[in-house]
């Protein structure tokens, strides 16, 4: 009668159901989406399109197993499909002179990048020729023309010369095209300015009650810069107070660090602030990071200076780490992004929590 899923799992179920391909969860009368504030990121990657490099390689992996199955006389489909990795090397080395992520427009007039995606839509329409002459030959192989035909419509998307307007109908509303580079690859996004349309939509196709709930839901007790953002028209909204006495039975302590952020220094100002009060909290504290490299200079640093467990992010999993903290009564936890939220320690042995830095996403991300 009760079926517990993440956000993604269920947001992969609709897209299932709209395309007609069958679904993964079955039908209910009543949907509760906790952690609703979550909501509009995540409808943003859903009702977006990406290319990248892993998708391009796998997808080349998965073709030449299948022209090697089915159409293992078929030379020419091979050599091209080997050109994907090779092409798809060549992009990702063209933005190595940019920063991690940017603006599509940016690099639109670099002559490197230019050539490079230049090259990739070549040898895909190549590809995509040779996959339909094949396509007849096996499953396998239509399948795989199948893949390369969504492909090529989102990497239509980043073609320099498409104008806005002829961007997908089904969008509604203005994208924002952007990328990201790391050492492992590439990746383009196509990202909807505003999911609104698309999601009040998609819950008028699932006629349910819809239950959004999260500590973070409202500004200033109000809900229309939540419902503003996913469409929510007409809906019954309600605030509570929290039923934990923060006045008795908190403090805040906002040391005076003098470094700052960016500073090489920050983390060790950090640690020498943070070690009286993981002192005075007898260990019982969580230290909570912005990234991974903070906490592991952080975890070298306090390695010599506590007398008390040092739990860090990485030696095991988040819930055998939970497991051992509590079972411990006096450990301390490093951790980041996925201690967060969703976590729940309950008693004294938790009594302090440390944040390094308050968390925020980079005003220069698209």
Same mark, same amino acid.
């Given at each position: ?20 391909? +069958? ?7 009543? !949907? /509760?989406?906790? =952690? ?11 009702? +977006? ?11 080349? $992996? ?22 994907? *990795? ?27 990048? /230019? ?5 990739? /839509?070549?040898?895909?329409?190549? !590809? ?9 030959? +096996? ?22 010369? $498409?104008?806005? #307007?002829?961007?997908?109908? =089904? ?9 990201? #580079? *790391? ?21 008028? $196709? ?17 809900? *229309? ?31 005076? !660090? ?11 100002? /950090? ?6 009060v993981i002192k005075a909290a007898q260990g019982r504290t969580f230290m909570l990071f912005t990234s991974y490299r903070a906490l592991g ?24 780490? !939970?497991?051992?903290?509590? $079972? ?8 980041? *992004?996925?201690?967060?939220q969703g976590v729940d320690v309950r008693g004294p042995v938790l009594s302090a929590v440390i944040i390094d830095k308050l968390p925020f996403?980079?005003?220069? =991300?698209?």
């Amino acid at each position: 009668d009760l079926v517990v899923v993440n956000h993604h799992l269920l947001f992969a179920d609709m897209a299932l159901k709209e395309e007609g391909f +069958g679904e993964l969860l079955p039908t209910a009368e009543a !949907i /509760v989406l906790d =952690e609703a504030h979550q909501l509009p990121d995540i409808a943003a990657n859903f009702f +977006g399109d990406s290319v990248s490099s892993y998708q391009l390689k796998e997808f080349a $992996r998965d073709a030449l197993v299948a022209q090697g199955t089915e159409a293992g006389d078929d030379q020419q489909l091979r050599a091209a499909l080997e050109c994907i *990795s090779v092409v798809s090397d060549d992009l990702h080395a063209a933005f190595a002179n940019f920063t991690r992520a940017g603006e599509w427009q940016e690099v639109c007039d670099n002559p490197d990048v /230019v050539q490079g995606f230049d090259e990739l /839509v070549n040898i895909t329409a190549m !590809i995509d020729q040779q996959l339909e002459e094949a396509s007849n030959r +096996g499953p396998m192989l239509e399948n795989c023309f199948n893949r390369m035909q969504r492909m090529r419509l989102r990497m239509a998307l980043f073609e320099r010369d $498409r104008p806005v #307007s002829e961007e997908p109908e =089904e969008a509604g509303a203005d994208w924002v095209r952007w990328w990201e #580079s *790391s050492k492992r690859g590439f990746v383009f996004h196509a990202t909807p300015v505003s999911v609104a349309g698309q999601f009040s939509a998609m819950l008028k $196709r699932y006629p349910a009650a819809w239950i959004f709930t999260s500590a973070t839901l409202s500004v200033a007790g109000e809900f *229309s810069y939540y419902q503003h953002q996913l469409g929510l028209d007409d809906v019954s909204a309600q605030s509570w107070p929290s039923p934990f006495d923060y006045e008795r039975s908190a403090l805040m302590y906002l040391p005076n !660090i003098r470094e700052e952020p960016r500073d090489p220094n920050y983390v060790t100002a /950090v640690v020498d602030a943070a070690v009286p009060v993981i002192k005075a909290a007898q260990g019982r504290t969580f230290m909570l990071f912005t990234s991974y490299r903070a906490l592991g200079n952080a975890a070298e640093l306090l390695a010599g200076q506590l007398d008390y467990p040092l739990l860090v992010q990485g030696e095991a999993s988040r819930g055998q780490l !939970i497991d051992e903290f509590v $079972r411990l009564g006096n450990a301390v936890l490093l951790g980041t *992004s996925t201690f967060w939220q969703g976590v729940d320690v309950r008693g004294p042995v938790l009594s302090a929590v440390i944040i390094d830095k308050l968390p925020f996403a980079p005003p220069t =991300e698209p």
